[in-house]
């Protein structure tokens, strides 16, 4: 009985990353001009929105995915547990991944110049001060890392450090 309960949930896993995959390509085909970064998130966190703003006051146009099963999403794109934050996002033209909190400038940085086997950037949680997340003057320091496709991660910059 366990192996079918199993067996289910696996199903259900694959089905919702295929529904996922074929409402992105739906939408990204509805639109003329694709969106630089289509960003998943949760319908209900507002600092998701705020960092889609930090992002198209940079000039980035971005296509927001609400999802109710933000794991699946991180699961599919390889996001490991102790590097996840709330949102997801994908450089549509570089398939880059940005998880996270993570400012434009270095965003627009890996893009422009991304070193060889790296898959993105990530700020792990949800530190004040980063883009979004915002609470006056108060910036805690946080790492930037960078996302590599074989190895751990390694840090790309550090923010608020002064």
Request: glycine residues 8%; hydrophobic residues 35%; contains cysteine.
């Amino acid at each position: 009985m366990n192996i079918q309960k199993t067996m289910s949930v696996d199903l259900h896993r694959w089905l919702l990353v295929l529904l996922l995959t074929i409402s992105s390509l739906v939408a990204c085909s509805r639109n003329e001009a694709q969106a630089d970064i289509l960003m998943y998130k949760n319908p209900q966190c507002g600092c998701c929105d705020k960092w889609a703003t930090h992002l198209r006051e940079a000039g980035f146009s971005v296509e927001i995915q609400e999802s109710e099963d933000m794991s699946t999403i991180k699961e599919m794109y390889g996001i490991e547990p102790a590097l996840q934050s709330c949102h997801t996002a994908i450089h549509s033209e570089s398939g880059l991944i940005f998880e996270g909190h993570v400012p434009v400038g270095h965003m627009s940085a890996l893009i422009e110049n991304p070193p060889d086997g790296s898959i993105g950037l990530t700020v792990p949680g949800m530190p004040v001060g980063s883009p979004g997340m915002e609470m006056g003057d108060r910036k805690d320091q946080y790492d930037v890392l960078l996302l590599k496709s074989d190895g751990p991660p390694a840090i790309y910059a550090t923010e608020n450090s002064d």
